[in-house]
């Protein structure tokens, strides 16, 4: 049997809220177990000091369109962490292998390529008992685990990664830039076509 995730790590926060957004993505192919997953988030945002209302959730017909949805809502620049839940249950063809690799491997690409942290709370079971066992049962519950995750990452993206001025100025937002249309008028004036 799995275990539960470790414990999250986080400096002592007594009442302090923290200043960020984040959105939880659900899948509603097997909604009544990712409801559960969706409310374990919650409460661990919470607990974590994210107001009710700096928390988006939305949905997705499944575990496979997760990583779409991440990816746009990790570019908007909105959020400091996008929590992913879902549940695939193996059935008696390898759809389930494809499924939750390629969840996995999607979610995994939306942090690598946008620096937002985007955790797997993607219940993988090889049946429905051990997915509710899952979900709040005797092994955890995944999309608590995933939110604690998402919330540590955030801090630590927060504390160790550039500041947002700083990646303005990289990507050239906020400086002057020559005006592209007087680009052929300075050109016939130097005598080019």
Request: proline fraction near 5%.
């Amino acid at each position: 049997m799995a275990g539960r995730a470790p414990r999250p790590q986080r400096r002592d926060r007594p009442g302090r809220r923290l200043d960020v957004r984040f959105a939880i993505v659900a899948a509603r192919f097997n909604e009544p177990i990712t409801k559960r997953l969706l409310a374990g988030a919650q409460r661990a945002l919470a607990a974590a000091g994210v107001a009710d209302t700096a928390v988006d959730v939305h949905w997705v017909p499944g575990s496979f369109e997760l990583p779409q949805a991440a990816g746009y809502l990790a570019r908007s620049g909105r959020y400091a962490g996008i929590i992913c839940v879902g549940c695939v249950i193996k059935g008696q063809t390898p759809h389930f292998d494809f499924v939750a690799g390629q969840a996995a491997a999607g979610i995994q690409r939306v942090a690598l390529e946008t620096g937002v942290p985007a955790t797997f709370g993607v219940i993988t079971a090889l049946t429905e008992a051990q997915a509710w066992e899952r979900a709040g049962g005797e092994a955890g519950n995944r999309g608590q685990e995933a939110a604690d995750a998402a919330v540590e990452m955030a801090e630590f993206v927060q504390a160790h990664g550039p500041r947002r001025d700083d990646l303005r100025r990289r990507r050239g937002h906020g400086e002057s830039r020559p005006d592209r249309r007087d680009a052929g008028a300075r050109r016939r004036r130097l005598g080019g076509q």
